[in-house]
């Protein structure tokens, strides 16, 4: 049997290069060697913004047009929105009855989270009793389908070691070794970075969407920041301080298109313009096929809705198996 796999992605819309590079590519290889559960974590949006829902569902759906568009196959992997498996409430319940409170407490994300919400106007600013059991909410995503691997980002590794402790506390309390500890999978996968040189976000305006067409892609390029010291076409160039451009380059050229605009920089044979104008149309290239099929799933919303409902119906019979386990465990009525 293959082993499993649990990760989710928050539904912040369409989703942008940072996201596919990152985190979906990995994805899609994966499915093939392992048992996926890919769900979309409404309830985690919630934590933080649950007096913004006004486009909840439009923005699911945004994610999963994004991941089916990039290859996540529903025929392979079991894609779900967490809010359609109450079983991982249900977990959540008994998990939060055996988190001390201070293993919670410590965690290093939620106090970034509280500064980020201190900063902001309006009622989302404290931190509510849903923010703070986020981690172990988290815990029971994984531990729903007693998953052995959890391929996350470095930033979450410090939670998926907090699914460990749990699931080890769980098992020593009711004397079994029913959960595994899952391990985090880190994606060695490289970071691209936004247009302006800073880290590719929704929020920073830096982003280049999955789903942008090649004329905005193509616009967006252009705006990439390039080699600061570069004034005139032909000055020589130095692609390794060039600062978004030759990154791009070294992430969607092949080596030996790298190889020629290294030199033809070096040597001022090509100008920052004309370079943006083939990184582009490169850009474009790869994500051809990705945008048509998603420009597919746009024209019939409902194959999207029945995905998710049948990905969500297919994990909620795994979870249910867990669930009755795990209340035979505690010894629940
Ligand atoms: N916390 C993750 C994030 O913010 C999303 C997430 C929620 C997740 N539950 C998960 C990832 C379970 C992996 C497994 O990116």
Redesign the pocket.
Known sequence: MKQKI?????PTGKLHLGHYLGVIDNWVKLQNDYDCYF?I?DW?ALTTKYDKTENMIDDVRNVAMDWLASGIDPQKSTIYV?SLVPETAELHIYLSMITPQNWVERDPTLKDMAKILKSKEGIGTQVNYGLMG?PV??TA??LTFNAEF????I??VA??ELTRDIARRFNHIYKTEFFNEPQPKLNNCSLICGLDGNKMGKSFNNDIKISDTEEVTAKKVMTAITDRSRLRKDDLGHPDECEVAFKYWKIFGTEDEIATVREECEKGLRGCAQCKRELGAKINARFAEIREKRAYYEAHPEIVDKIIRDGSEKARIEAQKVLKEVRSIIKMY
């Open positions: 649990v990760s989710g992605m928050r769900f974590a985690h967490q986020y909410l988290m995503d994984i959890v391929p996350v980002g930033d979450q939670h998926v």
